[in-house]
């Protein structure tokens, strides 16, 4: 979505007000699909300071997320600070975005964001049980049959040596 600053920076006013709601686009992050269940809902302002932009709003939204034991999908809610700062002068800071034009990607700007608030490994609940590591059963809904000797192959040979050396 892409948000007209032209008033901003042709009239001298020193903000523009935002409140805006619009659907979020699905991607690829991580190797996870990440979908959204609500709509990003934005409100904040821009302000204009010398020849910097800033940005400082509310984000709202709600994203579906695999969870990194189980893999079932969760709703994860989402409601955070937004700070950005922009510049159509050439600039060597890399805190402040460059933009061309009188347009800014508010869409950009939002997902980004987005990827920096969810989590690198995501739960769908805090004593998620995950899957069986040798028959892939989703350990919160059923118990597996499969036996629970769990040896770390590098270990194999010293359980070996102590089970074959019990009447020492």
């Not at 709601?21 to 190797?31: H, K, L, T």
């Not at 709202?60 to 079932?72: A, N």
């Not at 969760?74 to 700070?83: F, Q, W």
């Amino acid at each position: 979505m892409l948000f007209d600053i032209s008033e901003l920076t042709k009239n001298n006013q020193e903000r523009i007000s935002i409140n805006s709601e619009f659907p979020g686009e699905s991607f690829y992050y991580n190797g996870d699909f990440i979908e959204f269940s609500k709509p990003i809902i934005l409100v904040g302002a821009i302000s204009l300071t010398k020849n910097v932009m800033e940005l400082t709003a509310n984000l709202k939204t709600e994203v579906i997320l695999s969870c990194s034991r189980c893999l079932e999908r969760y709703k994860y809610p989402l409601d955070l600070e937004v700070i950005e700062n922009f510049t159509q002068d050439e600039i060597d800071d890399d805190e402040i975005i460059r933009i061309n034009g009188s347009t800014i990607d508010l869409k950009k700007v939002c997902q980004d964001n987005i990827l920096l608030a969810i989590p690198y490994k995501g739960l769908c609940k805090e004593d998620c049980k995950g899957l069986c590591q040798r028959c892939g059963t989703n350990l919160n809904y059923a118990s597996c049959r499969c036996e629970k000797d769990n040896i770390d192959p590098r270990l194999e040979k010293l359980k070996k040596f102590f089970s074959d050396n019990k009447e020492v």
